[in-house]
């Protein structure tokens, strides 16, 4: 006679049918997510922005965690004050890197891939790596050499004993300058591939390194322990990226294929977002030249005012700038100025709803936030009370700096980059102006004052360019 199976325990049964009903929500929510984020364009950009999003908000919430260590070992002092005027140079570079040859390359590279092939993309890669390691190089003996010209004249409010700190600081960070180059182009590739999360997920290294740096050798160290961390975490995160694109099949070694016309095309690009880039960045420096003559305390002040900002920017618009350009560069191929246009009137709507309540949510936690941030350790209850006066008007930037970066990918993917070279120009001019007149009036909070008014004309300008730039494609492409 055949013999029953055993009856299954009861607890057993309820854990069987348990474990279901998970894989069963599991699967349901990723066929969801599968719908939302493939087909059209706007589910494309949608899915890649979330998870750049949602990468980018796990390393800022590491690095505020980092800025809160920062903050208990240094506060406003003037150990801190040296180490941001020293990196501000090189972070400025690496700054205008990042974003200007992610601008440039990814077009004219998609563009060779799709109309060539692998092959010739690959050759594009190779020669722009090289020719931007080259660039980097000088780059860094022209700071070294020259250090002792320029610094003082960011530094001007420094006594001789601080200058001093801040110039060695300088020359031990030279190397963030080279190893960002290599990170920021295999980045780029990464990207171009829609190869987002690693690529966002990468920077997490630098806020980790420096928390370990100051857990393990602020005692012995001093600031010294937060640069080396600030190395180590940039090491870690270009090796992570080789890693990632040599597994790819792509050579991680710089090589020249000599002058294309694809070169041709990155170069030409590449010069007027460096140019337009630099402009930008350069109010940074203008920024913290002004801070530097304010007195102690005021460029600590004004960079952490800044690291809220940064973070919901980095939620925001750098996620938007990384997912939207490949599919922009797409459209422009195609030459699809009603669907530009389209996507332009539908994500400056979803920005606006989303970037205007958030921002004032945000000016009325301020004084909440810096306590819960910063308020401890070295970090008094006065440097509470400037930091939040800088940060408040710093967070009136957000929503006009989020749309700008609808206009700026725009023009890029067009290759129209010389109007972002003509606006840099009269903002850094705007900035410097509105920086000593503010000043006056606010003090320090009086330069992040500026910053958002600056914001706001760009975007007025760079916007109305862009659309009369659209109109006169789709007018040349009806004949």
């Known amino acids: 006679m055949p013999v029953d199976a055993p009856t299954p325990p009861e607890g057993e049964k309820e854990g069987t049918a348990f474990s279901d009903s998970v894989r069963s929500l599991v699967k349901r929510l990723q066929e969801k997510w599968i719908h939302l984020s493939t087909g059209s364009v706007n589910r494309k950009v949608f899915g890649a922005a979330m998870v750049i999003g949602t990468m980018t908000l796990g390393i800022k919430v590491i690095s505020l965690l980092k800025e809160s260590f920062v903050?208990?070992?240094?506060?406003?002092?003037?150990?801190?004050?040296?180490?941001?005027?020293?990196l501000l140079v090189p972070a400025t570079i690496v700054g205008i890197l990042s974003g200007s040859l992610n601008a440039a390359l990814?077009?004219?590279?998609?563009?060779?891939?799709?109309?060539?092939?692998?092959?010739?993309?690959?050759?594009?890669?190779?020669?722009?790596?090289?020719w931007n390691t080259i660039l980097l190089v000088a780059l860094i003996l022209v700071m070294a050499f020259t250090a002792r010209l320029w610094l003082p004249i960011i530094a001007s409010g420094f006594d001789p004993p601080k200058?001093?700190?801040?110039?060695?600081?300088?020359?031990?960070?030279?190397?963030?300058?080279?190893?960002?180059?290599?990170?920021?182009?295999?980045?780029?590739?990464?990207?171009?591939?829609?190869?987002?999360?690693?690529?966002?997920?990468?920077?997490?290294?630098?806020?980790?390194?420096?928390?370990?740096?100051?857990?393990?050798?602020?005692?012995?160290?001093?600031?010294?322990?937060?640069?080396?961390?600030?190395?180590?975490?940039?090491?870690?995160?270009?090796?992570?990226?080789?890693?990632?694109?040599?597994?790819?099949?792509?050579?991680?070694?710089?090589?020249?294929?000599?002058?294309?016309?694809?070169?041709?095309?990155?170069?030409?690009?590449?010069?007027?977002c460096i140019a337009a880039a630099f402009m930008v960045s350069g109010m940074g420096l203008v920024d913290q030249a002004f801070a530097s003559t304010l007195?102690?305390?005021?460029?600590?002040?004004?960079?952490?005012?800044s690291k809220?900002?940064?973070?919901?920017?980095?939620?925001?618009?750098?996620?938007?700038?990384?997912?939207?350009?490949p599919q922009l560069s797409r459209m422009v191929a195609l030459k699809n100025w009603n669907g530009i246009r389209h996507f332009l009137r539908f994500y400056a709507s979803?920005?606006?709803?989303?970037?205007?309540?958030?921002?004032?949510?945000?000016?009325?936690?301020?004084?909440?936030?810096?306590?819960?941030?910063?308020?401890?350790?070295?970090?008094?209850s006065?440097?509470?009370?400037?930091?939040?006066?800088?940060?408040?008007?710093?967070?009136?930037?957000?929503?006009?700096?989020?749309?700008?970066?609808?206009?700026?990918?725009?023009?890029?993917?067009?290759?129209?980059?010389?109007?972002?070279?003509?606006?840099?120009?009269?903002?850094?001019?705007?900035?410097?102006v509105l920086d000593y007149l503010f000043i006056q009036k606010f003090g320090i909070a009086g330069i992040t004052l500026s910053t958002s008014a600056c914001s706001v004309v760009i975007l007025l300008?760079?916007?109305?360019?862009?659309?009369?730039?659209?109109?006169?494609?789709?007018?040349?492409e009806a004949v």
């Open 163 to 272: 200058l001093a700190l801040a110039q060695n600081l300088l020359y031990w960070s030279l190397p963030i300058v080279i190893l960002t180059g290599f990170s920021t182009t295999w980045g780029a590739l990464l990207n171009a591939g829609e190869k987002f999360a690693l690529v966002a997920i990468a920077p997490a290294f630098q806020p980790l390194a420096i928390i370990l740096g100051l857990g393990l050798f602020h005692r012995s160290m001093g600031i010294y322990s937060l640069l080396g961390g600030t190395v180590l975490g940039v090491l870690l995160e270009t090796m992570l990226l080789g890693v990632a694109l040599a597994r790819r099949g792509h050579s991680l070694i710089p090589r020249w294929h000599g002058v294309t016309s694809a070169f041709r095309k990155v170069r030409a690009q590449y010069g007027a």
């Open 308 to 325: 809220l900002v940064g973070l919901v920017l980095s939620l925001g618009a750098t996620a938007i700038a990384t997912a939207i350009l």
């Open 295 to 305: 007195g102690p305390r005021s460029n600590s002040a004004l960079s952490y005012g």
């Open 71 to 86: 903050a208990a070992a240094f506060g406003t002092g003037s150990d801190y004050d040296a180490f941001i005027v020293a």
């Open 350 to 380: 979803v920005i606006l709803a989303v970037t205007v309540p958030a921002t004032l949510i945000l000016i009325g936690m301020s004084t909440f936030l810096v306590r819960v941030m910063y308020q401890h350790g070295s970090f008094s």
């Open 461 to 476: 300008c760079l916007g109305t360019a862009m659309y009369r730039l659209l109109d006169r494609r789709s007018k040349e």
């Open 106 to 130: 990814i077009p004219t590279y998609i563009e060779i891939r799709e109309q060539e092939n692998s092959e010739a993309a690959q050759r594009l890669y190779t020669t722009i790596l090289m």
């Open 382 to 432: 006065q440097d509470t009370s400037l930091v939040v006066k800088v940060q408040i008007f710093y967070l009136l930037r957000i929503p006009f700096s989020t749309c700008l970066v609808l206009v700026t990918r725009t023009l890029t993917a067009l290759r129209a980059n010389h109007f972002l070279l003509v606006m840099s120009f009269g903002s850094f001019t705007l900035n410097a």
